[in-house]
């Protein structure tokens, strides 16, 4: 009898322990709302989400980015479903390697995180026609997002068709799978307007018909004002403090929380400053929010033609904590990782009450959860844009820099606040950017071949029309590419010299008379449209004119965004003797696609044929011109990055496989770009800006996957003319990082024990390599008052050389930290009389 009590206490036991830690035993759970919190198994939960979409890395990397996303402090992965890359064919699937969706979940499952899973089928996303198969658009009488039959009836499909999907694998959370949450539609809510009552009652049966597909978890859609119960809308924007939801009985949620922004062609390079980042998560937390998604915690990079339009670069880097190249950005990741663990140090008092608001002065206030009358965890905030301030809470005072939040666990001690940032740094701005650390291979010019296109109409391939095509309908999709071609008749006495006025609604073309290069116009990201006037010298008899219009990445956003269309709607030539000449309405020739993409120039089938030519001198600055080469695999098991500074505008494969558009040639405006970009005051996305003047992107990704020992075929289609044989691969060997840490710095936030107060009472440095590498060397350890910043640090007028500790701590760890005391590090307490000292390191990573 008692071994049978035993035994039953010890089931009893083994189901508690086994709930706590959540569902990765395959355990179902339940999930609902309230007006608080996502209710899991009965239990409010607050919740740090983070987008990661699994076509913009490789499989192979999945669960090391989820690693690095759980170890910073992430709960919930998000991801939107790719809809025109899972039906490249309408009723014909696709789900393999990239887009292989159910491993992604089970990846997230795996690795005990949730999963929010935005089915769309609208994505947005910067992604090609947001996410919707071209073929979509050829259904008769179809509209898109709108009360229209033929529209709704594919949507519901696909819909059905991925929830199906995830159900027959079990993975939503009451099958005992990571899902907790979907999503239908994306940001309808900012363009209904533009589609009436149309767009009312489509509002009203995508709610309908997501709910009647019975995920048994609950729906959002995001800015989304009206929609309907019990669908929860939730907030999309830089901050989301002060958003309400349209329910008292709704949360507050969050979906999309700019990590930074996203990269166009012919842009400088936008980031956003973590404190201003952790102080938008502070104050949605503090002001009753519960659940929170970095929209990109991870960005990776648009390869191939996924990458949406106009414009949109291949980097999806995002500034976002994990870099494109799946490497640590810090400070970013590690502040975060602070801030998560000091919210989490608040759950239960988030999760019990509302909170109560308390003015401490202008734009000074306290918002307070209580778990009981005398025990509450507080945030304080000073939202002013510039000034900093002392406050009085609870009869303490507390310093509050301008733009911060600090975090009270126990209403009394601040364990965090956001604008003091003590996690480590990395030296350099971008994972290629110290030079220490990167092995760069130039690539032999000697082994270039190359292809030069014919310009205009090759083979039998063309057809003709009497005026100027729409694009996207002719193309479908299938190329970036439509020549139009037009003969220009010039009679004898008719003026030789015109000019040539061409009208686009993008995204660029070049322009050819008579064969040779004349022009080349190009649109932006905001303005897809462009014009081109050029004076041409014709000459008597026929002339030929080909234009070559290309498009970068079909639109993805906007009321209407899928009739945007794109190409040539305007040719007129303009004789100073003979007036306007209008050829929009001549006889046309088309031909979809170059050359090179119909002899398939890219595939390694064709690597060693006869259409490569070499020779002794390799052709540059060359339009429409294809490269070809071979290139060793630098050793390690890291990313390489292929620098194209040198080259034009085109698209770049390895192996077969396109690491996607490049176009270093067009350059940023020179403006707009600040040195230092201060972090207090409203952050958009055009506040902080680096690489004025430069192009938006040289480095391109390719997965480690991709290549293989021995010999990797590159092959390259330049479009405007470049310089192969300055290419160059690049591979991270290493890494220098830092960290500098004062004495009055606050301990790290894990050093706080619940009940006990703050446990250690020093700050620490603490320094981590990334996996694969440890700490092989410290480079420098100052303990005073030491100078400059990380990669230029030199001691100050107060230097206590504190190396031989800090290397018996690190050398030779993957990680370590080190307490910022005079004690720890075998100091005289009374060194540096009268000066606050700090700790400042230098490490060097290595395998
Ligand atoms: C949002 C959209 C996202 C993404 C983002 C910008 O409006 O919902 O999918 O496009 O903008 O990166």
């Known amino acids: ?178 899902i907790i949450l979907a999503q239908v539609e994306n940001e309808y809510g900012n363009v209904e ?210 733009w911060s939040v600090s975090i009270l666990p126990d209403c009394k001690n601040v364990v965090f606040n956001t604008a003091k940032v003590i996690s480590q740094r990395n030296n350099g701005d971008h994972p290629f950017a110290q030079q220490k650390n990167v092995n760069e291979l130039l690539l032999a010019s000697s082994a270039f071949s190359w292809y030069e296109e014919k310009v205009g109409i090759s083979g039998n391939r063309s057809f003709v029309r009497p005026d100027l095509a729409e694009q996207i309908n002719t193309t479908k999709d299938t190329s970036d590419y439509l020549w139009y071609t037009a003969s220009i008749h010039v009679m004898p006495g008719q003026g030789k010299e015109v000019f040539l006025n061409i009208e686009s609604l993008g995204h660029a073309a070049l322009v050819f008379v008579n064969k040779k290069l004349v022009a080349f116009g190009y649109g932006n990201h905001d303005f897809a449209n462009f014009l081109i006037n050029k004076k041409i010298e014709l000459n008597e008899g026929i002339n030929t004119l080909d234009i070559l219009s290309m498009m970068v990445g079909l639109q993805n956003y906007g009321a209407w965004f899928d009739v945007a269309g794109a190409g040539l709607f305007s040719v007129i030539l303009i004789d100073l003797k003979n007036g306007k000449r209008d050829i929009s309405s001549g006889e046309w020739i088309y031909q979809v696609g170059v050359e090179g993409e119909y002899i398939g120039l890219d595939k390694i089938s064709l690597a060693n044929s006869s259409f490569w030519k070499q020779g002794s001198t390799l052709p540059v600055n060359k339009s429409l011109i294809w490269y070809k080469t071979t290139f060793l695999a630098p050793e390690g098991k890291g990313p390489l990055a292929l620098n194209l500074a040198s080259m034009g505008k085109g698209q770049a494969w390895v192996n077969g496989q396109s690491i996607g558009r490049y176009w270093s040639a067009y350059l940023a405006p020179s403006t707009g770009c600040t040195k230092k970009c201060d972090y207090r005051g409203s952050y958009d996305a055009s506040k902080c800006q680096k690489h004025c003047g430069q192009p938006a992107q040289t480095l391109y990704h390719i997965p480690r996957t991709w290549v293989h020992p021995g010999e990797n075929l590159l092959v390259i289609h330049e479009e405007l003319g470049g310089d192969p044989s300055k290419i160059s691969l690049l591979t991270k060997t290493g890494q220098h990082i830092c960290s500098f840490v004062s004495e009055a710095d606050p301990p790290p936030v894990d050093s706080w024990k619940p009940n006990l107060g703050v446990v250690s009472s020093s700050p620490q440095v603490r320094l981590a390599c990334e996996r694969g590498w440890h700490i092989a060397a410290i480079n420098f350890a100052s303990y005073g008052i030491p100078e400059g910043n990380c990669g230029s640090f030199r001691p100050g007028a107060c230097h206590m050389d504190v190396l031989p500790i800090v290397q018996k701590a690190c050398v030779g760890q993957i990680e370590c930290s080190i307490p910022v005391s005079s004690a720890y590090l075998g100091v005289s307490a009374g060194a540096c009389p009268g000066l606050l000292k700090a700790l400042a390191v230098e490490a060097h990573c290595s395998i």
Not at 255 to 275: C, D, I, K, Q
Not at 319 to 336: M, N, S, T
């Open 193 to 402: 307007w533009a589609y009436g009552v149309g767009g009312e009652l489509y509002v009203k049966w995508a709610a309908d018909t997501a709910v009647n597909l019975n995920t048994s978890v609950p729906w959002v859609m995001c800015q989304q004002e009206d929609a309907p119960d019990p669908i929860i809308n939730t907030c999309n924007g830089f901050y989301c403090d002060g958003f309400t939801p349209n329910s008292p009985s709704k949360p507050i949620m969050w979906t999309e929380n700019y990590s930074g922004w996203f990269l166009s062609f012919g842009y400088a390079v936008p980031f956003r400053p973590v404190e201003d980042l952790a102080f938008a998560v502070a104050r949605f937390f503090e002001t009753g929010g519960t659940f929170q998604n970095y929209y990109m915690y991870f960005g990776g990079t648009n390869f191939g033609r996924t990458a949406g339009g106009p414009l949109v670069a291949t980097s999806y880097d995002y500034d976002a904590p994990i870099d494109e190249y799946g490497f640590i950005r810090q400070p970013k990741w590690g502040h975060l990782r602070e801030l998560h663990k000091a919210i989490k140090l608040c759950e239960e008092y988030l999760i019990s009450s509302d909170p109560t608001h308390q003015k401490l002065g202008a734009k000074l206030e306290a918002h307070i959860y209580h778990k009981s009358s005398n025990d509450c965890a507080a945030f304080l905030a000073n939202y002013d844009s510039s000034s900093d301030a002392n406050v009085t809470f609870n009869g303490n005072v507390y310093f509050l820099p301008a």
């Open 1 to 178: 009898m008692g071994m049978l009590k035993n035994f039953i206490a010890c089931v009893l036991l083994v189901v508690l322990f086994l709930q706590n830690s959540c569902f990765e035993a395959g355990l179902s759970a339940n999930v609902t709302y309230d007006h608080r919190a996502l209710v899991i198994d009965g239990k409010r939960r607050v919740l740090q989400s983070g987008s990661i979409h699994y076509p913009r890395s490789t499989p192979e990397v999945w669960p090391e980015l989820i690693r690095k996303s759980k170890e910073g402090g992430l709960e919930v992965i998000e991801t939107y479903v790719f809809w025109n890359y899972h039906e490249p064919i309408r009723g014909q699937y696709y789900f393999e390697g990239r887009f292989d969706l159910v491993r992604f979940v089970k990846t997230v499952q795996e690795a005990g995180l949730f999963l929010h899973l935005r089915i769309g089928p609208y994505a947005c996303a910067e992604w090609n026609y947001g996410g919707f198969p071209v073929w979509l658009h050829f259904i008769p009488g179809i509209q898109f997002r709108t009360t229209n039959n033929p529209f709704k009836e594919e949507m519901k499909r696909f819909l059905a068709k991925i929830i199906d999907l995830m159900k027959q694998e079990n993975l939503f959370a009451s099958q005992g799978g990571p």
